[in-house]
């Protein structure tokens, strides 16, 4: 994938995790950021845009940065309803196309 | 609050068209400054951006996927729909429809799988 995320993260209850994006100065850098969450066998759905803005009904748990090329999103408070791949995805301006990252398994243990 | 609903055959023989619609309630494409999306997601590619139209019509493609695919909008149906031609093994994917664009899409329909199978 153009954006790279780590395959796994794992975190118990009440602990904060992030999650990385790492991409360049044809995504990232110049171009803004959205998180998506994937939830077992549904569709994947906005958590974050524009870096670092919630769409109404997303927890404030969520929160969304960006600084140069990588962008992270965390998670505070963690529920084990959190458990979920996320995916990062931006503009690339080189390819002149969307790109998603390769997707973050959250294991709440 | 925004619903979308994608339909179109599960089964495609190889070299034909893939041919998918999709339902939108509870936004008028009409009168939407949105632009409307559909992407694809397979375990060999993960998630990947296939087009994006916006209500004018006016369409962006991924470059990989522009000498095959097609997207279109017909705002009297409240609907959008995907044609992609060729197909092979490869198109084998669950295909999401969305709204949104270049920024972020959100949200997205629950999908169809498409299988490309002789």
């Known amino acids: 994938s153009v954006l790279t995320q780590p395959p796994s993260a794992s975190g118990t209850p009440g602990q904060w995790v992030t999650i990385s994006c790492s991409g360049s100065r044809s995504n990232i850098e110049f171009n803004s950021v959205s998180w998506y969450q994937q939830l077992p066998g549904t569709a994947p759905q906005v958590l974050i845009y524009s870096n670092d803005q919630r769409p109404s009904g997303v927890p404030d748990r969520f929160s969304g940065s960006k600084s140069g090329t990588s962008a992270s999103l965390a998670i505070s408070g963690l529920q084990s309803e959190d458990e979920a791949v996320y995916y990062c995805?931006?503009?690339?301006?080189?390819?002149?196309?969307?790109?998603f990252g390769g997707g973050t398994t959250l294991t709440v243990l | 609050q925004v619903q979308l609903q994608e339909s179109g055959p599960g089964l495609v023989k190889p070299s034909q068209t893939l041919s998918l619609t999709c339902t939108v309630s509870?936004?008028?494409?009409?009168?939407?400054?949105?632009?409307w999306s559909w992407v694809r997601q397979s375990p060999r590619k993960g998630l990947e951006w296939i087009a994006y139209i916006y209500t004018n019509g006016r369409a962006t493609y991924n470059p990989s996927l522009k000498s095959r695919a097609s997207i279109s909008i017909d705002t009297s149906q409240n609907q959008f729909s995907l044609r992609l031609n060729s197909v092979t093994a490869a198109d084998t994917a669950i295909y999401y429809c969305a709204r949104g664009g270049y920024t972020y899409t959100g949200p997205w329909g629950q999908g169809t799988l498409v299988t490309v199978s002789s």
């Open positions: 995805a931006s503009w690339d301006d080189s390819l002149n196309g969307r790109v």
């Open positions: 509870g936004d008028s494409l009409s009168g939407s400054t949105h632009y």
